[in-house]
């Protein structure tokens, strides 16, 4: 099986997937920002690493489809989102669904969209957490496959929180990918069925 991984920065979800040993061949590295740390690091364990800087297009529509066009060079069975802060048109969803997974730093559905961190600890909420789901056209709104939590603690801050669950986003999101390389995830009816799960 081949995968792809999308990235924006960092890269720290995609270290973690590529150190996990996944029964799978990391096809290449995309990310949408030149300057992505990540991508060093990618091409520093010899994998294709590739820009496509979103601000040399005209339109949402006109990047998603160069981007479209270079996951498939690939030909990947599965594409993870890895930090890759871009929002997707429905038209690039739809030709992934069923192979585009995402890691998302909070507890779905609380807290969709940015500073997940900020948004919990102003909810004042006591566990916060990461989901990986299958992306569907709804942002942050996919089948919800995994979850890990963590205690947010009366000093936190958004630095220590988000500490605390990135901790656990390198825990669940190669775990995730492992089942789906295994060919026994998949997004059945809106729903992610894992097989050998209760239904
Ligand atoms: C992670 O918290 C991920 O969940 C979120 O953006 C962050 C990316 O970090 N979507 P990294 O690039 O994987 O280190």
């Avoid at 995968?3 to 590295?29: D, H, K, Q």
């Avoid at 496509?52 to 270079?70: K, M, N, P, T």
């Avoid at 801050?157 to 669950?165: C, H, I, K, P, S």
């Amino acid at each position: 099986k081949r995968y792809v991984i999308l990235i924006s920065g960092r890269g720290s979800n995609m270290e973690a997937l590529l150190g996990a040993a996944l029964p799978g061949t990391c096809a290449a590295v995309i990310s949408n920002r030149p300057d992505a740390a990540g991508l060093a690091y990618a091409a520093g364990r010899g994998i294709p690493a590739i820009a496509i800087d979103h601000r040399g297009f005209a339109s949402r529509e006109e990047f998603d489809a160069a981007l479209a066009a270079e996951i498939e060079r690939h030909a990947p069975d599965l594409v993870l989102l890895a930090g890759f802060m871009r929002i997707l048109t429905d038209g690039f969803v739809r030709r992934f669904e069923g192979r585009l997974l995402n890691i998302h730093p909070s507890l779905l559905p609380a807290f969709p969209g940015v500073k997940t961190h900020a948004q919990a600890l102003a909810a004042g909420v006591r566990l916060h957490g990461c989901s990986v789901h299958f992306v569907t056209p709804a942002l942050d709104g996919g089948p919800i496959i995994a979850q890990a939590a963590v205690p947010v603690r009366a000093d936190d801050d958004e630095a220590t929180l988000g500490q605390r669950v990135l901790v656990e986003e390198h825990l669940i999101y190669p775990r995730v990918a492992r089942w789906f390389l295994e060919g026994r995830l998949h997004l059945v009816d809106g729903r992610a069925r894992l097989a050998g799960e209760a239904t």
